[in-house]
Nanobody, 124 residues
Framework: QVQLVESGGGLVQTGGSLRLSCATSGRTFTAYAMGWFRQAPGKEREFVSAIHWGGGSTYYANSVKGRFTISRDIAKNTVDLQMSSLKPADTAVYYC?????????????????WGQGTQVTVSS
């Protein structure tokens, strides 16, 4: 099993920035990809961003493209999400996810390990 722990959430004003981090632990780390999803109250969990662990290719939801940046640290087995120009619509619980197998990185079904989530609140 791989354990994921998110950190870095909090309260920020519109236009502000936050950096989320996801630390991993557990068995030998053999990720195919890692991703970030978010879930607002009353809404389904939605894709935010993902990164292929080996090649480093990145993927973003249209709603965050140009404002969010995903990155990985191969030595530390961590993945970060730098969020800028935040909007109230970005308010949600953000989840880190991991998959060791080839999968659709845009779909939550493509991941088999999840963190507990970290709250991001953007005030207007």
């Amino acid at each position: 099993q791989v354990q994921l722990v998110e950190s870095g959430g909090g309260l920020v004003q519109t236009g502000g920035s936050l950096r989320l981090s996801c630390a991993t632990s557990g068995r030998t780390f053999t990720a195919y990809a890692m991703g970030w999803f978010r879930q607002a109250p009353g809404k389904e969990r939605e894709f935010v961003s993902a990164i292929h662990w080996g090649g480093g290719s990145t993927y973003y939801a249209n709603s965050v493209k140009g404002r969010f940046t995903i990155s990985r640290d191969i030595a530390k087995n961590t993945v970060d999400l730098q969020m800028s120009s935040l909007k109230p619509a970005d308010t949600a619980v953000y989840y880190c996810a991991y998959t060791s197998a080839y999968s659709n990185v845009y779909s939550a079904k493509g991941y088999d390990h999840w963190g507990q989530g970290t709250q991001v609140t953007v005030s207007s």
